[in-house]
């Protein structure tokens, strides 16, 4: 979604700004979701490697998330970019984390 359909969207129902910043921040959280599946697929990550954007942003199927990037860690790995896999350890773990804390 554009800021422009936002900004016609908050002008029209007359949103209190703090309603309007929790909009912008999570138009801006999807769309850097989306650069980075996008990102990832143009890296080699296969389409049935990626994962749907609302399964980060909402915290639904981490599994595909994480096998994600465990796809892009082999791909950076086959490319040269990563010699050692602890930062994609250190990813996983991350996001194990997050599903822990659901």
Known sequence: MSFR???VFFNRHNLSDAVQQLCILACVQMENIQLF????ESYGVPKTGL???VD???GRNLPQ?????QQLGTEASMNGMITDKV???HIILFVIDLESDR
């Open 5 to 7: 359909v936002l900004y």
């Open 37 to 40: 599946l996008n990102f990832c």
């Open 51 to 53: 994962f749907q954007t």
């Open 56 to 58: 980060l942003f909402e």
């Open 65 to 69: 998330v994480l096998n994600c990037i």
């Open 87 to 89: 930062v994609v350890r």
